[in-house]
């Protein structure tokens, strides 16, 4: 386990204390930065509600602890229901680019919260011909995929 997650972890041992669950918690290291994720049937208390107490709790970890440096991030995951959101969002934003070259027609997804719209515009710098941008003045914002012209 690397040195940073050790306060973290400690951190999240609080919380789950306090909220009367009993998780594991397992780290893992990716390119981005830091995943760690809560697993364990009382875990499943953070996934419901579309992820709500889990989005929750990322925020209160990032308040606490910030983000590890200018390219790496911190994760917090539970029962890996972050990791497959993000695989369908990967998913579904390419195959949004596709279908924008296709037609020619601008396509929408969204509204994203900041983490999903990177997602989002790095899945779609992967297809050539396709450009993103934000779109709204919320935190909530929806992301325009389109066409290169």
């Given at each position: 386990?690397?040195?940073?997650?050790?306060?973290?972890?400690?951190?999240?041992r609080r919380v789950t204390d306090a909220l009367g669950i009993q998780t594991p918690?397992?780290?893992?290291?990716?390119?981005?930065?830091?995943?760690?994720?809560?697993?364990g049937e009382e875990?499943?208390?953070?996934?419901?509600?579309?992820?709500?107490p889990l989005k929750a709790l990322?925020?209160?970890?990032?308040?606490?602890?910030?983000?590890?440096?200018?390219d790496k991030r911190l994760f917090i995951?539970?029962?890996s229901y972050r990791k497959?959101?993000?695989i369908e969002l990967r998913q579904m934003a390419k195959f949004l680019a596709e279908k924008a070259l296709q037609t020619g027609t601008d396509q929408q997804l969204g509204p994203l919260n900041p983490y999903e719209r990177?997602?989002?515009?790095?899945?779609?710098?992967?297809?050539?011909?396709?450009?993103t941008e934000s779109v709204g003045d919320a935190f909530s914002k929806t992301v325009l995929i389109s066409a290169r012209r």
């Amino acid at each position: 386990m690397p040195e940073l997650a050790e306060p973290i972890i400690a951190f999240l041992r609080r919380v789950t204390d306090a909220l009367g669950i009993q998780t594991p918690i397992d780290v893992e290291e990716t390119a981005d930065g830091l995943r760690i994720n809560l697993s364990g049937e009382e875990a499943e208390l953070l996934v419901r509600h579309r992820g709500e107490p889990l989005k929750a709790l990322q925020h209160v970890v990032d308040m606490s602890f910030g983000r590890l440096d200018a390219d790496k991030r911190l994760f917090i995951d539970a029962l890996s229901y972050r990791k497959g959101k993000d695989i369908e969002l990967r998913q579904m934003a390419k195959f949004l680019a596709e279908k924008a070259l296709q037609t020619g027609t601008d396509q929408q997804l969204g509204p994203l919260n900041p983490y999903e719209r990177r997602i989002v515009h790095m899945a779609v710098a992967e297809v050539p011909g396709v450009t993103t941008e934000s779109v709204g003045d919320a935190f909530s914002k929806t992301v325009l995929i389109s066409a290169r012209r």
